[in-house]
């Protein structure tokens, strides 16, 4: 089992930046992948903000976080950023890191979810 733990959410005025970081910690017979952020307002699906690959080479970003949100990872640690900035309001929405992992145990891979964080950006 992977755990992950996601930290730097809170409330920002608009303008404002955050960042969020997810950490991963589990079995040494795991290995993960891509990482990525998801989002959740009220009312609406989850939806994909940002994705990194393993390397970190290849990064996608929703169109409406081009140029404002950054996502990158530090492999030694495990663990993924989110830098958010030029925050707007219908940015408000909870957070949620997600991770692929191979566990050589299984052969096989699985995705992982963290708790979610709150990201409130006021008017």
């Known amino acids: 089992q992977v755990q992950l733990v996601e930290s730097g959410g809170g409330l920002v005025q608009a303008g404002g930046s955050l960042r969020l970081s997810c950490a991963a910690s589990?079995?040494?017979?795991?290995?993960?992948?891509?990482m990525g952020w998801y989002r959740q307002a009220p009312g609406k699906r989850r939806e994909l903000v940002a994705a990194i690959s393993s390397g970190g080479g290849n990064r996608n970003y929703a169109d409406s976080v081009k140029g404002r949100f950054t996502i990158s990872r530090d492999n030694a640690k495990n663990t993924v950023y989110l830098q958010m900035n030029s925050l707007k309001p219908e940015d408000t929405a909870v957070y949620y890191c997600?991770?692929?992992?191979?566990?050589?145990?299984?052969?096989?891979?699985?995705?992982?979810w963290g708790q979610g964080t709150q990201v409130t950006v006021s008017s």
């Open positions: 997600n991770i692929g992992v191979w566990s050589s145990v299984i052969a096989g891979s699985f995705d992982s």
């Open positions: 589990g079995s040494r017979f795991f290995s993960i992948q891509a």
